[in-house]
């Protein structure tokens, strides 16, 4: 069975930090693209940032520039989102999303792009709150 699972979500003061975890299983993640969306009350799913299987090919929202990390962790299966100096714009529930790209083909604003993935995880929820 192919699937997502996120972690790592949960209750943090404005300036915290936290980091998110996606594991997959039934599909070897160094062959997919993987991207990291969020969806707040009330609004889109957008998309935060996003890592191809092309060497040094990622792309990320100005919003997060310079706070946010993408990883991954080839020998674990898992893509990680290390989130600094949070704040309360950035709550929302937080989806790690794949595609399988060999062909090193996804990059770019594709990264990011919620309609390039067809793998999802069920969510994690990230609430930045005083």
């Known amino acids: 069975q192919v699937q997502l699972v996120e972690s790592g979500g949960g209750l943090v003061h404005p300036g915290g930090s936290l980091r998110l975890a996606c594991v997959g299983s039934g599909l070897p993640l160094e062959d997919y693209s993987v991207g990291w969306f969020r969806q707040a009350p009330g609004k889109e799913r957008e998309g935060v940032m996003g890592?191809?299987?092309?060497?040094?090919?990622?792309y990320h929202i100005g919003d997060v520039w310079g706070r946010f990390t993408m990883s991954r962790d080839n020998a674990k299966n898992t893509a990680f989102l290390e989130m600094n100096n949070l704040k309360p714009e950035d709550t929302g529930v937080y989806y790690c999303?794949?595609?399988?790209?060999?062909?090193?083909?996804?990059?770019?604003?594709?990264?990011?792009?919620?309609?390039?993935?067809?793998?999802w995880g069920q969510g994690t929820l990230v609430t930045v709150s005083p």
């Open positions: 999303a794949a595609r399988r790209d060999p062909w090193k083909s996804v990059v770019g604003t594709e990264l990011v792009d919620p309609s390039v993935y067809d793998i």
């Open positions: 890592m191809g299987t092309r060497v040094g090919s990622h």
